[in-house]
């Protein structure tokens, strides 16, 4: 198989991975419930945790995490080049965020953004990681904590690349990129957090779900 099919089969895989519904199989499995008609209808772990509780919550967003982790790791196994992993990293992301099981729709990125970055550049992911649990912590605000962790996975990367790291091209253009479309994915949190009426972490939303298609 030559490199550039190799690169494109794994993007392939990464999104057939990355579009595993794990909220609404878990949801429907263990509850009977579509998390898509509850809340924000984010099939996430944020709005499984106001559907259904911390441990299902609990149980997507590791889900989502391997999601991310698991196509990074077995191109690295199998290709060995940098653009294979990125390929990887970028069709999970896009599989998440675009399901082909759910019509193409889905969540913002976040569990899966991390478990790719926690392949391609594990220390970095950590500071992030550490960053969206202490917003979180002290202000509540799932969508800010996300917001600024990706800010700070970029910062953590460039800082790195500042103290003697030096990373192949394409993982400068995957974290760059990838925080950019997290970012993006949050427009709407944006503009609620900017109104004041971004609800908090264990708040209602106070609006009912219509029924998922």
């Not at 149980?59 to 940098?82: M, Q």
């Not at 969206?132 to 969508?143: D, G, H, M, N």
């Amino acid at each position: 198989m030559s490199e550039t099919l190799a690169v494109v089969v794994l993007l392939v895989v990464g999104y057939l991975v990355g579009s595993f519904p794990s909220g609404v199989v878990y949801g429907k499995l263990g509850r009977g419930v579509d998390v898509r008609r509850v809340g924000s209808g984010n099939p996430g772990a944020t709005n499984t945790l106001r559907a259904l509780g911390w441990k299902f919550a609990l149980a997507v967003g590791l889900t989502d995490i391997l999601k991310g982790v698991l196509p990074v790791v077995l191109a690295r196994l199998t290709v060995g080049l940098p653009l294979a992993e990125v390929a990887a990293a970028f069709g999970a992301i896009a599989g998440h965020n675009w399901s082909l099981a759910l019509g193409f729709r889905g969540g913002r990125g976040v569990a899966t953004s991390v478990g790719t970055f926690l392949v391609i550049a594990p220390l970095p992911a950590l500071v992030a990681v550490l960053a969206f649990v202490l917003v979180v912590w002290r202000t509540r605000y799932v969508s800010l904590g996300s917001i600024l962790a990706a800010v700070v996975a970029l910062l953590a990367f460039l800082a790195g690349v500042l103290l003697g790291w030096r990373p192949p091209g394409e993982y400068y253009v995957y974290t760059i990129a990838g925080a950019l479309l997290l970012i993006i994915r949050h427009a709407d949190n944006i503009q609620r957090l900017r109104a004041g009426v971004e609800p908090r972490l264990g708040e209602p939303l106070g609006r009912p779900r219509v029924p998922a298609p």
